[in-house]
Nanobody
């Protein structure tokens, strides 16, 4: 089992940047596929980005591609989400998620139900 704690959220003006961090407990962090999701008020949870166990493969929602970068440091048990060129529509609670299961279909990475563990979330607010 793994526990996830997000940090780094806050208030930023449109065009600005934030870097989210998600610290994981346990000694098997490198065995988890990691993802970031977000949920805005009144909207469904939305996939943002995912990264493979080794960090060699990354996946992004079209809405953030080219602006956000997911990375991980397995030695530090941490996954990051660098967010640049932020827009008001990026405003949401951002959640870190971990999955220990394996899959032959990378489409699973985009599905929230595939992830077993979730953090408590961190608020990101982008003002216009």
């Amino acid at each position: 089992q793994v526990q996830l704690v997000e940090s780094g959220g806050g208030l930023v003006q449109a065009g600005g940047s934030l870097r989210l961090s998600c610290a994981a407990s346990g000694r098997t962090f490198s065995s988890y596929t990691m993802g970031w999701f977000r949920q805005a008020p009144g909207k469904e949870r939305q996939f943002v980005a995912a990264i493979s166990r080794s960090g060699g493969s990354t996946y992004y929602a079209d809405s953030v591609k080219g602006r956000f970068t997911i990375s991980r440091d397995n030695a530090e048990n941490t996954v990051y989400l660098q967010m640049n060129s932020l827009r008001p529509e990026d405003t949401a609670v951002y959640y870190c998620a971990a999955a220990s299961r394996t899959t032959f279909s990378t489409s699973s990475y985009y599905q929230g139900q595939w992830y077993e563990y979730w953090g408590q979330g961190t608020q990101v607010t982008v003002s216009s």
